[in-house]
């Protein structure tokens, strides 16, 4: 499954952005689909997770309460809508896929990945 990811953007600080990941070649309904970051000098960090039914979903700790993950399967998209958005939260995201459940946080237990998005918070 190839992905895409879209929706970045620079935005000032307290402000939203919905960040989408859509999928060609198979439909995105049957996988799992996270979100991954990576800032400036930073590696590469867990996010937020949903699963292929869209009952679960996971968050880091320093999201909790600001993102929120969804999905349309209809539309073979997930969503990660951004709010009160801080500078810390400047990075490219991106989105990965899996059909195998697996520690969501860890890297390795995703199997496709698409391009980034940059999001740029200003203060």
């Known amino acids: 499954v190839q992905l895409q990811a879209s929706g970045g953007g620079l935005v000032q600080a307290g402000g939203s952005l919905r960040l989408s990941c859509t999928a060609s070649?198979?439909?995105?309904?049957?996988?799992?689909v996270g979100w991954f970051r990576q800032g400036p000098g930073k590696e590469r960090e867990f996010v937020a997770a949903i699963n292929w039914s869209g009952d679960k979903t996971y968050y880091t700790d320093s999201v909790k309460g600001r993102f929120a993950i969804s999905r349309d399967n209809a539309k073979n998209t997930v969503f990660l809508q951004m709010n009160s958005l801080k500078p810390g939260d400047t990075a490219v995201y991106y989105c990965?896929?899996?059909?195998?459940?697996?520690?969501?946080?860890?890297?390795?237990?995703?199997?496709?990945w698409g391009q980034g998005t940059q999001v740029t918070v200003s203060s």
């Open positions: 070649g198979r439909t995105l309904s049957s996988y799992n």
């Open positions: 990965a896929a899996a059909t195998v459940s697996g520690e969501p946080g860890y890297s390795g237990s995703w199997d496709y």
